[in-house]
T-cell receptor, first 113, second 112 residues
Framework: DTAVSQTPKYLVTQMGNDKSIKCEQNLGHDTMYWYKQDSKKFLKIMFS???????INETVPNRFSPKSPDKAHLNLHINSLELGDSAVYFC????????????FGSGTRLTVV | QKEVEQNSGPLSVPEGAIASLNCTYSDRGSQSFFWYRQYSGKSPELIMS????GDKEDGRFTAQLNKASQYVSLLIRDSQPSDSATYLC????????????FGKGTLLTVNP
């Protein structure tokens, strides 16, 4: 059983489209995250939800909207995709990040053409 | 000043040597420090965590923390070609229980 699973693994789409990425964790963790990793491998936090409540919302264009229907799921919807949105998006989960760090999903490679 | 800094590398070592990876952080309130390994095209995988000053050993890996110098390092003994990856340092900036801030990673290549 995959602990943190993301779908799709690859996403190629045209500029201006709207797309969603889904994430599910079966670890019983209460906090989930979205990170963006650019071409230089820099991992930057975007959002975090704790028990369905948004607790971290970094400086991200409002074209990005996270949704957490329950504490095991965190989705990311992106409107009006731009070339600069091309990156790998990682979902992660934790019980207590300061104690045990994160468990990452396998990532979604988004390419905007 | 960047929150978490690492030399981007690449760091190249021969098989069997000790690889030394370094990380500095700016927030003195940070309490938890992690090393992740990321193979090309894969997700980051937690390999070490350290919370107190000193050394922590796990197999071939040793993490070292010096809070006074705001410095954390990872030593890999008897390096193997399978250790070739990008190593990411992560810190819970401000003592946050949720947010980890990552460095840009150091690419390590172990040559057979």
């Amino acid at each position: 059983d995959t602990a943190v699973s993301q779908t799709p693994k690859y996403l190629v789409t045209q500029m201006g489209n709207d797309k969603s990425i889904k994430c599910e964790q079966n670890l019983g963790h209460d906090t989930m995250y979205w990170y963006k990793q650019d071409s230089k491998k820099f991992l930057k936090i975007m959002f975090s939800y704790n028990n369905k409540e948004l607790i971290i919302n970094e400086t991200v264009p409002n074209r990005f909207s996270p949704k957490s229907p329950d504490k095991a799921h965190l989705n990311l919807h992106i409107n009006s995709l731009e070339l600069g949105d091309s990156a790998v998006y990682f979902c992660a989960s934790s019980h207590s990040a300061a104690v045990s760090g994160y468990t990452f999903g396998s990532g979604t490679r988004l390419t905007v053409v | 000043q960047k929150e978490v800094e690492q030399n981007s590398g690449p760091l190249s070592v021969p098989e069997g040597a000790i690889a030394s990876l370094n990380c500095t952080y700016s927030d003195r309130g940070s309490q938890s420090f992690f090393w992740y390994r990321q193979y090309s095209g894969k997700s980051p995988e937690l390999i070490m965590s350290i919370y107190s000053n000193g050394d922590k050993e796990d197999g071939r890996f040793t993490a070292q923390l010096n809070k006074a110098s705001q410095y954390v390092s990872l030593l890999i003994r008897d390096s193997q070609p399978s250790d070739s990856a990008t190593y990411l340092c992560a810190v819970n900036s401000g003592g946050s229980n949720y947010k980890l801030t990552f460095g840009k990673g150091t690419l390590l290549t172990v040559n057979p």
